[in-house]
């Protein structure tokens, strides 16, 4: 453990030896350690301390290109053509270039978060103090920060124990930075694992980010029955005044809630957020409401609803202020990540913030104090909700049918659309006052905007969608379970042996941003069928809002129909962005508490027996920012495999096996010490699937491991066979390279599998006790 350095300075001393003056004394960190368990070879890894385990994985997937840009435009040499094995003006290739831009992107991604960590760490010390003890589980935690004992090699106690977490987080992404300049790496290989580096980094901060604010924000602790909280416009009290939130730092917003609770107005004020901050005001307060995802920005503040609106970082539209002054919603920012060019009005007085924003002289402003911030939105909210009167831009249907009847055919607003949606069409039959084909949009819609940019005729395109379904959109009343926060240890020990020998045919964790291919249906869809199929499945972020946001036919929820614990079958929220942290922390758990694996600063072996052992897949069906890349780079790392939708090909790049190059498929077998076939287990680290379909079989697949036992791998084969004839036709035509021996095969799919396994000359395999670390089988045979 460590505390934070201390200065101070003596004016005049006088002792038996001399007397001295101005004397300045600085104290460095204080170290103690209370850790009986054995410090592995990595604490604090540098760029390159992992690079071997790096480039293992490199070499079994390699990364396939899919250059975005064919230019190179980061230096004043110019624009650099790269293609046809060209070189740039400083020598390097398109491979390395692409990779160049991958790592930039993870490092904006694991900035964002360590930033937010920084941050909300920093208030927190403010507010409770650094000796404020960790307790991220009232029962069943022991290992309470999993990422941060197995990368720095400490366990932290109290919040002070986290800073030197950060200062290590803070100087690798500077380092890898550094990396980036022109001039500086050249390999394309080495860029990659120095993605993987800033992913290991991004868990890092993210882990600290939430035990901080579980410790001291009293959010549930690795509570599996964790309350249902209200999603959907439709159960907001729109006859209240209504403040909604937006953003991912959930200091302001509890302070919102906190001032609310003080002068006693809990049913006098509705609460409402969007994206991270939205769950985690839940996680706090039990009146709070999730309205949408982050794609529901445009549609909730187009509405009228808000009466403030309070932003903070990250995943914030940079037009809400626009936005916001369309309706006459006051905007107040909180965080100088994202000031918008506002005036400071933190050492205002509050009443005089308010009275500016209630008369409309001031429409939005910068308050940097949350305290501050949360009483004058309150104070605003209640003053302008009556004057307001929900002023909405939307649009009468009257209205829409003269908007559509200037639309020019031009097509520019399909072309702008990242899912190709049919909208020219839809509002050629708006005109002639046919708005079904408007309604059938509403869905798969992801609310970026880009086709009214796009609109020669400045036709506010999202609006008449919006119109089109406008009871719909009112009504939405839908439910998501509160952030649970990390897996218990307890719930590790039940399914860890499961889990490990495929009883349990694996954890499927949907996380990221609301990019969706065809709206977020599909991700319920697919959270539902992995969980009747007994897959442990977690969500966080926008996507445990969006798998909230449909109901079966019963009416339910995925929430309401499947448990909230970390079993076969349970549906798992951890909470929001910054709670990834522990989806990566319950993989580590299993070789750690399960298989009695070092975890101390061993990230090596810890991640060889993720990869080999623990049937684990990440799906980020809508990624879109930087920071669901560095997020996926963190999985990466583990040898955990992330399968993204269509729109994860902008990422520019895979990581994809050949599972016809059979030479890249041994493992080292810790009981002989050979090297034996293993079979193409999971086949792909990183996979772009073009539909809903190609993604639930490819999942199903990539959860298979080398160390699977006959019962665990026949578990495995018989959902990936029957999601492939379900869903794509036909038996899967590479399931021979799946099956080792007649164990593996389902007993319901014998006959057929059999007579696959001959048409393509089967033979039988061993099953290894799977490494790709000589030193493990040197170590074992010791």
């Given at each position: 453990?460590?505390?934070?350095?201390?200065?101070?300075?003596?004016?005049?001393?006088?002792?038996?030896?001399?007397?001295?003056?101005?004397?300045?004394?600085?104290?460095?960190?204080?170290?103690r350690?209370?850790?009986?368990?054995?410090?592995?070879?990595?604490?604090?890894?540098?760029?390159?301390?992992?690079?071997?385990?790096?480039?293992?994985l490199?070499?079994?997937?390699?990364?396939?290109y899919?250059?975005?840009?064919?230019?190179?435009?980061?230096?004043?040499?110019?624009?650099?053509?790269?293609?046809?094995?060209?070189?740039?003006?400083?020598?390097?290739?398109?491979?390395?270039?692409?990779?160049?831009?991958?790592?930039?992107?993870?490092?904006?991604?694991?900035?964002?978060?360590?930033?937010?960590?920084?941050?909300?760490?920093?208030?927190?010390?403010?507010?409770?103090?650094?000796?404020?003890?960790?307790?991220?589980?009232?029962?069943?935690?022991?290992?309470?920060?999993?990422?941060?004992?197995?990368?720095?090699?400490?366990?932290?106690?109290?919040?002070?124990?986290?800073?030197?977490?950060?200062?290590?987080?803070?100087?690798?992404?500077?380092?890898?930075?550094?990396?980036?300049?022109?001039?500086?790496?050249?390999?394309?290989?080495?860029?990659?694992?120095?993605?993987?580096?800033?992913?290991?980094?991004?868990?890092?901060?993210?882990?600290?980010?939430?035990?901080?604010?579980?410790?001291?924000?009293?959010?549930?602790?690795?509570?599996?029955e964790?309350?249902?909280?209200?999603?959907?416009?439709?159960?907001?009290?729109?006859?209240?005044?209504?403040?909604?939130?937006?953003?991912?730092?959930?200091?302001?917003?509890?302070?919102?809630?906190?001032?609310?609770?003080?002068q006693?107005?809990?049913?006098?004020?509705?609460?409402?957020?969007?994206?991270?901050?939205a769950?985690?005001?839940?996680?706090?307060?039990?009146?709070?409401?999730?309205?949408?995802?982050?794609?529901?920005?445009?549609?909730?503040?187009?509405?009228?609803?808000?009466?403030?609106?309070?932003?903070?970082?990250?995943?914030?539209?940079?037009?809400?202020?626009?936005?916001?002054?369309?309706?006459?919603?006051?905007?107040?920012?909180?965080?100088?990540?994202?000031?918008?060019?506002?005036?400071?009005?933190?050492?205002?007085?509050?009443?005089?913030?308010v009275?500016?924003?209630?008369?409309?002289?001031?429409?939005?402003?910068?308050?940097?104090?949350?305290?501050?911030?949360?009483?004058?939105?309150?104070?605003?909210?209640?003053?302008?909700?009556?004057?307001?009167?929900?002023?909405?831009?939307?649009?009468?249907?009257?209205?829409?049918?003269?908007?559509?009847?200037?639309?020019?055919?031009?097509?520019?607003?399909?072309?702008?659309?990242?899912?190709?949606?049919?909208?020219?069409?839809?509002?050629?039959?708006?005109?002639?006052?046919?708005?079904s084909?408007?309604?059938?949009?509403?869905?798969?819609?992801?609310?970026?905007?880009?086709?009214?940019?796009?609109?020669?005729?400045?036709?506010?395109?999202?609006?008449?969608?919006?119109?089109?379904?406008?009871?719909?959109?009112?009504?939405?009343?839908?439910?998501?379970?509160?952030?649970?926060?990390?897996?218990?240890?307890?719930?590790?020990?039940?399914?860890?042996?499961?889990?490990?020998?495929?009883?349990?045919?694996?954890?499927?964790?949907?996380?990221?941003?609301?990019?969706?291919?065809?709206?977020?249906?599909?991700v319920?869809?697919?959270?539902?069928?992995?969980?009747?199929?007994?897959?442990?499945?977690?969500?966080?972020?926008?996507?445990?809002?969006?798998?909230?946001?449909?109901?079966?036919?019963?009416?339910?929820?995925?929430?309401?129909?499947?448990?909230?614990?970390?079993?076969?079958?349970?549906?798992?929220?951890?909470?929001?962005?910054?709670?990834?942290?522990?989806?990566?922390?319950?993989?580590?758990?299993?070789a750690?508490?399960?298989?009695?694996?070092?975890?101390?600063?061993?990230?090596?072996?810890?991640?060889d027996?993720?990869?080999?052992?623990?049937?684990?897949?990440?799906?980020?069906?809508?990624?879109?920012?930087?920071?669901?890349a560095?997020?996926?780079?963190?999985?990466w790392?583990?040898?955990?495999?992330?399968?993204?939708?269509?729109?994860?090909?902008?990422?520019?790049r895979?990581?994809?096996?050949?599972s016809?190059?059979?030479?890249?498929?041994?493992?080292?077998?810790?009981?002989?010490?050979?090297?034996?076939?293993?079979?193409?287990?999971?086949?792909?680290?990183?996979?772009?699937a073009?539909?809903?379909?190609?993604?639930?079989?490819?999942?199903?697949?990539?959860?298979m491991?080398?160390?699977?036992?006959?019962?665990?791998?026949?578990?495995?084969l018989?959902?990936?066979?029957?999601?492939?004839?379900?869903?794509?036709?036909?038996?899967?035509?590479?399931?021979?390279?799946?099956?080792?021996?007649?164990?593996?095969?389902?007993l319901?799919?014998?006959?057929?599998?059999?007579?696959?396994?001959?048409?393509?000359?089967?033979?039988?395999?061993?099953?290894?006790?799977?490494?790709?670390?000589?030193?493990?089988?040197?170590?074992?045979?010791?």
């Amino acid at each position: 453990m460590s505390r934070k350095g201390v200065n101070f300075s003596i004016r005049e001393l006088d002792s038996d030896i001399a007397r001295f003056r101005d004397i300045s004394i600085s104290i460095g960190a204080i170290h103690r350690d209370t850790w009986n368990e054995k410090i592995g070879p990595t604490p604090f890894p540098s760029l390159s301390a992992l690079r071997s385990w790096d480039h293992t994985l490199l070499a079994r997937y390699k990364p396939f290109y899919m250059p975005f840009c064919d230019l190179c435009c980061l230096c004043t040499y110019g624009k650099c053509d790269l293609t046809n094995h060209k070189r740039g003006a400083c020598g390097i290739t398109m491979p390395a270039q692409q990779s160049r831009i991958v790592l930039i992107a993870a490092c904006i991604g694991a900035a964002t978060h360590i930033g937010h960590s920084r941050e909300l760490l920093n208030h927190l010390i403010e507010t409770s103090g650094r000796d404020h003890p960790i307790n991220v589980g009232d029962v069943g935690v022991e290992v309470e920060a999993p990422v941060t004992r197995l990368v720095c090699g400490i366990r932290p106690k109290t919040l002070g124990d986290l800073e030197p977490v950060l200062d290590y987080c803070e100087n690798q992404v500077t380092q890898l930075l550094a990396v980036t300049h022109t001039g500086q790496e050249g390999s394309s290989l080495d860029f990659e694992s120095k993605v993987f580096h800033a992913g290991m980094i991004d868990q890092l901060g993210m882990e600290v980010a939430d035990i901080a604010q579980i410790s001291v924000l009293n959010y549930p602790r690795a509570d599996p029955e964790s309350p249902l909280a209200d999603l959907g416009l439709g159960t907001v009290d729109t006859k209240k005044p209504v403040i909604l939130v937006i953003g991912h730092n959930v200091v302001p917003s509890t302070a919102i809630i906190d001032y609310i609770r003080d002068q006693g107005l809990q049913s006098e004020v509705e609460v409402t957020g969007i994206c991270c901050t939205a769950l985690d005001i839940t996680r706090y307060s039990p009146r709070a409401k999730v309205i949408g995802p982050i794609s529901w920005q445009l549609r909730y503040i187009r509405s009228g609803m808000p009466d403030v609106i309070v932003i903070d970082e990250q995943c914030v539209r940079t037009d809400t202020i626009l936005e916001a002054a369309k309706v006459k919603s006051p905007l107040i920012a909180t965080n100088e990540k994202n000031c918008l060019g506002l005036p400071d009005r933190t050492r205002d007085p509050v009443d005089e913030i308010v009275k500016g924003f209630v008369d409309g002289s001031v429409p939005a402003a910068l308050i940097l104090d949350p305290e501050k911030a949360g009483e004058v939105a309150v104070m605003t909210a209640r003053s302008v909700a009556p004057k307001r009167k929900k002023h909405s831009a939307e649009i009468s249907t009257e209205d829409l049918q003269k908007l559509a009847r200037k639309c020019t055919q031009c097509m520019l607003c399909r072309r702008a659309c990242p899912n190709d949606l049919p909208i020219a069409q839809a509002i050629k039959a708006a005109a002639g006052g046919n708005l079904s084909l408007l309604d059938e949009l509403y869905d798969d819609c992801v609310g970026c905007g880009r086709c009214e940019s796009a609109c020669t005729q400045k036709l506010p395109v999202h609006s008449l969608i919006l119109a089109a379904t406008d009871e719909k959109t009112r009504c939405a009343s839908y439910c998501v379970r509160t952030g649970r926060g990390p897996i218990q240890d307890t719930e590790i020990r039940k399914v860890g042996g499961p889990i490990v020998l495929g009883e349990i045919p694996g954890v499927v964790a949907f996380v990221g941003c609301a990019n969706f291919p065809k709206g977020s249906r599909e991700v319920a869809e697919m959270c539902a069928e992995f969980a009747r199929r007994r897959y442990i499945v977690c969500t966080s972020g926008c996507s445990a809002i969006s798998a909230g946001m449909y109901r079966d036919e019963d009416g339910k929820t995925v929430y309401e129909q499947f448990s909230g614990a970390f079993e076969a079958g349970g549906i798992v929220n951890v909470g929001s962005c910054v709670a990834n942290a522990h989806i990566a922390g319950a993989a580590i758990k299993i070789a750690s508490i399960f298989a009695k694996r070092p975890l101390r600063g061993n990230y090596e072996e810890i991640a060889d027996y993720v990869h080999n052992r623990v049937g684990a897949v990440g799906v980020a069906w809508g990624a879109m920012s930087q920071k669901a890349a560095a997020i996926a780079a963190g999985f990466w790392r583990l040898g955990i495999p992330v399968v993204v939708g269509p729109h994860g090909t902008k990422y520019r790049r895979m990581l994809l096996g050949r599972s016809d190059r059979k030479e890249d498929w041994y493992v080292y077998d810790a009981r002989s010490g050979e090297k034996v076939y293993a079979g193409p287990a999971p086949e792909h680290l990183f996979f772009a699937a073009e539909t809903k379909e190609e993604a639930m079989v490819m999942i199903a697949k990539l959860a298979m491991r080398p160390n699977d036992t006959g019962k665990g791998r026949a578990n495995k084969l018989a959902n990936y066979i029957d999601l492939h004839k379900r869903l794509v036709g036909g038996i899967p035509p590479d399931v021979h390279l799946f099956v080792r021996n007649t164990a593996d095969v389902p007993l319901t799919m014998k006959d057929e599998v059999i007579a696959h396994l001959k048409h393509h000359d089967w033979q039988e395999q061993p099953i290894p006790d799977p490494t790709l670390l000589p030193r493990l089988v040197h170590a074992r045979k010791e």
